[in-house]
């Protein structure tokens, strides 16, 4: 439909329609005329394969050259006569899921253009605070991130869109096929662990369902930096535990390590586990009475042991 046709029927509806006539044509085309006209692909991260199916294309499919942002995509071609296959290149300077002009030029000619949702791949710091909000929706529902991971088993934790349902995926090849593993909550703050080998890891979050919003992801492998940290204590002990907060910075020097240092107690263990504000360690000092690190260990990952989430969280025996 073209974009004055368009027009025309918009001024149509708000200048020609009876006068008890109800709203609701005009709020549905408002939000027609509203949603982005790009196309998703089903990946469009760099080093993504991702292919272009278009009717207008049929002709056009061989010898062609494909600029997505600017920038020229590599491993082009085609796989019938109206659908293109290309590599996602690096667009500099986008940081955000964003749409980007797509040309494909034949013979240093322009034959085909449309708009094509590009999403960026960011480097993502496991064990710190990140004050990053990702959008997110139905339409546009991924984002991507790759995390460097070492031999262990690392807890994933989204939070801040009790409104909607987020999946979270790893892959540990460029194309590798997404593994879903923290798919357990309809609304809210969704979390697991997964055990992961040294190197990069590629992580996919998926909009499942609800509304559209933001929401910020934190990785931990060990106990966190902390934005917040408080002691807990007993009756007739000077201390007992102490909680580090990750939540989304800055670091506070005030940590558990700095509170708990006039002490100078033997830390027996830290428990690290999600929840709907983000990741927390608990701290174990064995001068507190949690000398018995099996005992800790059991109170970490087995209910009614005094965390939270205890089937997703991870214990470090330090």
Same mark, same amino acid.
């Given at each position: 439909?073209?974009?004055?046709?368009?027009?025309?029927?918009?001024?149509?509806?708000?200048?020609?329609?009876?006068?008890?006539?109800?709203?609701?044509?005009?709020?549905?085309?408002?939000?027609?005329?509203?949603?982005?006209?790009?196309?998703?692909?089903?990946?469009?991260?760099?080093?993504?394969?991702?292919?272009?199916?278009?009717?207008?294309?049929?002709?056009?499919?061989?010898?062609?050259?494909?600029?997505?942002?600017?920038?020229?995509?590599?491993?082009?071609?085609?796989?019938?006569?109206?659908?293109?296959?290309?590599?996602?290149?690096?667009?500099?300077?986008?940081?955000?899921?964003?749409?980007?002009?797509?040309?494909?030029?034949?013979?240093?000619?322009?034959?085909?253009?449309?708009?094509?949702?590009?999403?960026?791949?960011?480097?993502?710091?496991?064990?710190?605070?990140?004050?990053?909000?990702?959008?997110?929706?139905?339409?546009?529902?991924?984002?991507?991130?790759?995390?460097?991971?070492?031999? =262990?088993?690392?807890?994933?934790?989204?939070? &801040?869109?009790?409104?909607?349902?987020?999946?979270?995926?790893?892959?540990?090849?460029?194309?590798?096929?997404?593994?879903?593993?923290?798919?357990?909550?309809?609304?809210?703050?969704?979390?697991?662990?997964?055990?992961?080998?040294?190197?990069?890891?590629?992580?996919?979050?998926?909009?499942?369902?609800?509304?559209? &919003?933001?929401?910020?992801?934190?990785?931990?492998?060990? &106990?966190?930096?902390?934005?917040?940290?408080?002691?807990?204590?007993?009756?007739?002990?000077?201390?007992?535990?102490?909680?580090?907060?990750?939540?989304?910075?800055?670091?506070?020097?005030?940590?558990?390590?700095?509170?708990?240092?006039?002490?100078?107690?033997?830390?027996?263990?830290?428990?690290?586990?999600?929840?709907?504000?983000?990741?927390?360690?608990?701290?174990?000092?064995?001068?507190?009475?949690?000398?018995?690190?099996?005992?800790?260990?059991?109170?970490?990952?087995?209910? &009614?042991?005094?965390?939270?989430?205890? =089937?997703?969280?991870?214990?470090?025996?330090?």
């Amino acid at each position: 439909m073209k974009p004055v046709f368009l027009i025309t029927i918009f001024l149509c509806l708000f200048t020609c329609k009876k006068k008890d006539s109800s709203n609701t044509d005009e709020i549905l085309l408002g939000l027609f005329l509203l949603q982005p006209t790009d196309l998703i692909l089903e990946l469009g991260y760099p080093g993504s394969q991702n292919q272009i199916k278009n009717s207008d294309l049929v002709g056009k499919t061989s010898g062609i050259t494909v600029k997505v942002g600017g920038v020229t995509a590599t491993n082009v071609s085609a796989v019938s006569s109206d659908t293109i296959q290309f590599t996602m290149p690096t667009i500099p300077g986008v940081s955000e899921n964003a749409a980007v002009d797509f040309v494909v030029e034949k013979d240093g000619a322009s034959v085909y253009t449309t708009k094509v949702r590009y999403r960026p791949l960011l480097s993502w710091s496991i064990n710190e605070p990140h004050a990053i909000y990702r959008p997110i929706d139905g339409r546009d529902n991924k984002s991507f991130f790759q995390i460097t991971a070492t031999t =262990a088993t690392h807890v994933f934790n989204t939070f &801040g869109h009790d409104l909607f349902d987020l999946d979270i995926y790893y892959f540990t090849s460029l194309n590798g096929t997404p593994i879903p593993f923290a798919n357990k909550r309809r609304n809210g703050a969704e979390f697991n662990r997964v055990a992961l080998n040294a190197g990069t890891v590629y992580v996919m979050v998926q909009h499942i369902s609800g509304f559209g &919003g933001s929401y910020n992801l934190q990785i931990a492998n060990s &106990g966190v930096a902390a934005s917040s940290s408080a002691k807990l204590t007993y009756s007739g002990w000077t201390f007992n535990l102490c909680y580090d907060s990750m939540g989304t910075g800055p670091i506070t020097a005030n940590n558990c390590d700095t509170q708990m240092a006039v002490y100078n107690p033997t830390r027996n263990g830290r428990c690290t586990y999600p929840g709907d504000q983000g990741l927390t360690t608990r701290n174990y000092y064995a001068e507190g009475g949690y000398a018995n690190q099996t005992t800790n260990q059991n109170g970490c990952l087995n209910p &009614g042991g005094g965390s939270s989430n205890e =089937a997703e969280a991870i214990f470090i025996a330090d």
